[in-house]
């Protein structure tokens, strides 16, 4: 079955420092991934975009990287602000080509 | 705020009772979608219409009814709701049917409580 596998755990950090956050998947063969911030009680927001053949995406302080090959992409914030605490989703087309699947999300707080 | 506008924010309602969940977008958007979402769980796909049709129904129990008048308005119909249908009801849109050409934009749901 398609997986798509973010940490469950919670990542703390100190203001200032880079953040890294993983998401690995099985059974999909993507040909783009997305991710989402979603904070408390309100709904997703699109954050980046990254296709299968760009390495590496950056906007302003955020940067994707994708590896077809490892079945992975890395998500980081450099210079973490407490407003930067929430929940990031990393999201995948299923194979129907319609449906955005979702992970669980991790949750970031960056604490002063 | 979001450019999708779900109404009402909260909802809580009875088993026997009926009602609707609303959403609207005014972006030109031809794909809508229902999500549902638990505490702590990711949003799951219920519903995708595509140009105003049905696209997609990941196999929602009929309890739930989704309507789509006008490329712009997005329903979902509730009757009959059990207490483990209570979530957080996601409406998106995206610019057309398939997820890959664009992004989702979400409204902020409607926190629902079946009681």
């Known amino acids: 079955s398609q997986k798509i596998e973010q940490n469950s755990e919670a990542l703390n950090i100190q203001e200032g420092k880079t953040a890294t956050l993983t998401c690995n998947y099985t059974n999909y063969s993507p040909a783009y991934l997305q991710w989402y911030r979603q904070d408390p009680g309100r709904g997703p927001v699109f954050l980046l975009l990254i296709r299968e053949n760009e390495k590496e995406k950056r906007k302003e302080r955020l940067k994707v990287t994708f590896d077809t090959t490892l079945k992975q992409s890395l998500f980081h914030i450099t210079a973490s602000q407490p407003a930067d605490s929430a929940t990031y989703l990393c999201?995948?087309?299923?194979?129907?080509?319609?449906?955005?699947?979702f992970g669980k999300g991790t949750s970031l707080l960056v604490t002063p | 705020d979001t450019e999708v506008t779900q109404t009402p924010k909260h909802l809580v309602m009875g088993m026997t009772n009926k009602k609707s969940l609303k959403c609207e977008q005014h972006m030109g958007h031809r794909a809508m979608y229902w999500y549902k979402q638990k505490a702590k769980k990711p949003p799951e796909l219920m519903f995708v219409?595509?140009?105003?049709?049905?696209?997609i129904n990941e196999s929602v129990p009929s309890r739930f009814s989704p309507e789509c008048p006008n490329s712009s308005l997005l329903n979902l119909h509730l009757h009959a709701l059990q207490p483990e249908d209570s979530a957080l009801y996601l409406c998106a849109s995206s610019q057309d049917g398939r997820a890959e050409n664009s992004p989702l934009h979400f409204g902020n749901g409607t926190r629902l409580t079946v009681t």
């Open positions: 219409y595509s140009y105003e049709k049905l696209s």
């Open positions: 999201a995948l087309l299923s194979n129907s080509g319609y449906a955005l699947n």
